[in-house]
């Protein structure tokens, strides 16, 4: 699990929510077997991306000290 060594779970599992809740509304929305409802790509690629950097993001070994800039 050296993936996940420098992350912070909480991060991650945001992460993959939201990628899980943007994928599930959007394929709730391709299979409710009503012709005039459509899945808001826009929404479901934002959500992607989001999803994927709080996957990625390094969180969990960086303090909240502000850089000090000379």
Do not use: C, E, Q, Y
Not at 34 to 42: F, L
Not at 47 to 63: H, Q, T
């Amino acid at each position: 699990m050296d993936f996940l060594s420098n992350r912070s779970w909480k991060t991650t599992g945001s992460g993959i929510a939201a990628i899980l809740v943007a994928v599930g509304s959007a394929v709730a929305a391709l299979t409710d077997n009503d012709p005039t409802t459509n899945a808001d790509w826009g929404a479901l690629s934002a959500a992607l991306v989001a999803g994927i950097g709080l996957i990625f993001a390094r969180d969990n070994d960086k303090s909240s000290k502000t850089l000090k800039v000379k």
